[in-house]
Every structure is written in C-alpha cells, then in structure tokens.
C-alpha cells in the first residue's frame, strides 16, 4: 500500500511526539511491505512565526490531496496575546471546517497496566473503554454572530450557540454505527433542559436512533454526565455530544485513564481524516524528551484502522503499547514507584522493539 500522509508537527513537543509517531509507522511500513510518503507542513505557532498566519493556504492544498493527516499539537503562551484571529488555534479549527471534519473519536481505554496510574480507585477505572463521538464544526466554537461590543457603557463578548438537523443527525449516525461495533450502547449528551440547541438535539439524535434498534440509546444532561464519568464510568460505551460539552468531558474521560498523554484522536467526516494526540503543546516540557509519545503513537494506529483499512497493522501498534506499559516502562506522566522511567525518545524505541 503507497500512502501520503500530510504530517504538522505544530508547536512545543509537538515535534517531539511527531517524530517518534512516524519512527514507529515506518517500522510497521517495513514490517508489513506498505509505502508511507510524508509531506511536512506549516500550522500554528510554527506558522505564524514563518508566515504570519495560523493556516497557510500551502498547509490546506497539502490536507486535501493527501491520505490523512497527522498533527502533533498547536499553541504556546508566545502567541496568548495574538487577536482572535491570529491565534494558533485557529489552525485547527480552519483544518476541520475546511476538511469537512464533523466526527471527532476520542477513545478512553484505559490499558490495564495503568490502573494505578489514575487518579480514582482502581475497582471504580479498572475495565474502563469509552468512545466520545464529539460534533466538531457546529455549536459556539462555529456559530455567529460573535464576538465583542459595547452595551451599556460597557464591553460584552458574545457568541452563538447554533446547531441543524442535518449537523445532528451526520453525528448521531456515526455515533450509532461506532456503537454497533462495540457494545451496542449510546449515551447522548445534552442540556434539554435548559437549551433549545439541546432541545432540537435530543429530538433529532431520537429520531436518528429509530435507523438503529439494535443500538441503546440514553440521555444525559451534561452537568449529570460529567459527574457520572467519575461516579461509575464503566456504565458508558459510546457517548455522543455537540462540540463545546464534547471538548470538556472528552479531556475529563481522558484522565481516567492515568494521564492525557495516553490518548489519540482521530476526526473523520471528509474525504481526508486527521489524527491527533488529546494533549495540548505542553511548552514547559518542550525540548526536554519528557513527552509522553504513546498517544501520537495510538494516533497513527487510529490512522492505520480508521483511514487506510489495516486493522492488523493497527493491532501490531496497540499490542505493542500494552507491551511496554506491562514490562513497567513509563514516562514522566504515568510514572509510579517501582517503575523505570523513560524519556520521549526511550520510550518509542521500546515501543519499536516490541513491534
């Protein structure tokens, strides 16, 4: 199989969990007799410091004439101070609207030599596996107007929470056929009760469900959802939900699993999927091979299944990450007493040893 695979290191360890990510493709591309051709380009931080915009137009021709996307990770207090619009993550929000990417899959596995490493009780995490299935072009982050003005003598920031039919029910579809897969279980997530986008959203993600009667569904208000993913977790498969609740209790699910530094992510819904690691640019650890790469490196294995249809491939990554973690191997983040430390660096060649 040839591939091109347009790669964005991005900022801070971006570059670090990157580079160890495409270490271990290439190894899996000389095991399996597969061809990966890598382009390298521009968002972010990196880019406004080269070009002066978060998302160059070169960075979007690459995406779209390329097989998948893999980034490492944008942003850094250098930029905090940038207009809107100059942000470094804009970037990202430009690349999902402009690859059409509406679905983003988070899964929150946790591996079963980490179990101690979470912040909860070892019986409440132990056996935990849920898919967040995030909508990732509508609600706040998207809608308009927003923005600043004055009222009343004084300045206000507002923004529109905006949601279709049409953006609900593509969600609700992915979310009930992941959940076919597994164990055939959906949870979404609303504020019914307060909100009319989350009015129409219960409505529409109802009606959806009727294409899918083997599927269970449920509904949540998010403030109950957000307490229950740290009360009982493992009562949650699949779980669906519009972009801005999805952003928070995705990050919230990620940490029952030990650390943020152990979860991929891929964003599917246009002709070119991206994948990407959960955790941010960490700049305060950049440069200094203290990265957790694990889930840059789970990213590239999302890519393999979810992208190019190499499930055995996939499998070699994932059995691979188990692997390591079981022998006592971790970095800084999942490190505990009576395990061997490791670097960004040390870490992917055991990693790699293990494929």
């Known amino acids: 199989m040839n591939k091109k695979i347009t790669v964005i290191p991005g900022d801070g360890i971006g570059k670090e969990v990157v ?37 160059p137009e070169a960075t979007l021709t690459s995406a779209r004439s390329s097989d998948a996307v893999l980034l490492g990770a ?4 250098k930029w905090d101070a940038n207009p809107q619009h100059l942000k470094p993550e804009r970037a990202l929000l430009g690349l999902r609207k402009e690859l059409g990417l509406y679905a983003n899959i988070r899964p929150a596995k946790i591996y079963s030599a980490l179990v101690d490493a979470s912040s909860l009780k070892k019986e409440v995490v132990e056996g935990v596996d849920i898919i967040v299935v995030r909508e990732l072009t509508g609600g706040l982050y998207f809608g308009k107007p927003s923005g600043f003005e004055q009222r009343n003598g004084e300045e206000v920031g507002f923004n529109t929470m905006l949601y279709s039919e049409s953006e609900v029910r593509r969600i609700a579809r992915s979310a009930f056929e992941i959940a076919r897969k597994r164990s055939k279980k959906v949870c979404s997530v609303d504020k019914a009760n307060v909100l009319e986008t989350s009015q129409l959203w219960r409505k529409v993600v109802i009606e959806s469900a009727k294409e899918f009667p083997d599927v269970e569904l449920s509904h949540m208000y998010v403030d109950n959802c957000s307490m229950q993913l740290i009360r009982n977790p493992k009562q949650f498969d699949v779980i669906v939900t519009e ?3 999805g952003d928070i209790l995705s990050d919230e ?12 992510s891929a964003s599917l819904g246009g002709s070119v999927a991206m994948y990407e690691p959960v955790h941010g640019s960490a700049p305060d650890i950049a440069g200094q091979n203290k ?10 294995a999302m890519m393999l299944k979810y992208s ?14 188990e692997k390591v ?7 800084g983040d ?3 007493e009576g395990m061997t430390l490791l670097g960004t660096k040390e870490m992917t060649a055991k990693i790699i040893e293990s494929i």
């Open 291 to 300: 990265a957790n790469p694990i889930a840059t490196i789970a990213s590239v």
């Open 74 to 77: 944008v942003g850094g207090p």
């Open 334 to 336: 999942i490190h505990t």
């Open 325 to 331: 973690l079981s022998a006592g191997f971790r970095t």
């Open 19 to 55: 580079e160890g990510a495409l270490q271990v493709l290439n190894v899996v591309a000389k095991k399996f007799s597969h061809q990966f051709e890598y382009e390298f380009a521009l968002a972010g931080g990196a880019a406004l410091d080269a070009a002066g915009i978060p998302l």
């Open 253 to 264: 699910a990620a940490m029952l699993t030990g650390s943020i530094g152990m979860l991929a």
């Open 308 to 321: 190019f249809g190499l499930s055995a491939e996939s499998d070699a990554i994932e059995n691979a990450i």
């Open 243 to 245: 972009n801005l609740f």
